[in-house]
């Protein structure tokens, strides 16, 4: 499975329990620990392990192997590593606090929504990272 596709899975994932505001980024040419990262907003803890888990099976389903996952006990800040992509499934006094799309600002990036599933190639404008 091709890496936009595996991100594409897990926004399905991540919509399908309603997760909100979630944002795929293309890192590739920044860094060499993954190639997207999935930000979403979980309603209270246990909503966020309820979407970690989803991501977990969906992702299992597909033949794709999860390479861990972090926070569960507390679940502010729940992370699943599927090597490739990492997703950040976060509430939304964490999203604030840490604000990781700006620590990506200056990237050309991708977005995946629920109405749009497919990625827009990297340089396009979007609202996590202007290209010019």
Not at 83 to 98: E, F, K, N, P, Q
């Amino acid at each position: 499975m091709k890496n936009n596709e595996m991100s594409e899975l897990v926004v399905e994932a991540l919509d399908d329990l309603k997760g909100t505001s979630t944002k795929s980024i293309d890192v590739r040419g920044l860094t060499s620990i993954t190639d997207f990262m999935v930000i979403t907003t979980a309603r209270s803890n246990t909503h966020a392990k309820a979407l970690a888990d989803s991501v977990v099976q969906k992702s299992k389903e597909s033949g794709l192997e999860v390479i861990g996952t972090e926070g569960r006990t507390q679940s502010e800040w729940v992370l699943v590593d599927l090597g490739d992509v990492v997703v950040h499934i976060m509430t939304a006094s964490m999203r604030a606090l840490y604000s990781l799309e700006d620590l990506w600002f200056f990237s050309p990036s991708s977005t995946i929504t629920p109405d749009a599933k497919n990625l827009s190639e990297a340089g396009d404008k979007n609202s996590i990272a202007p290209t010019s």
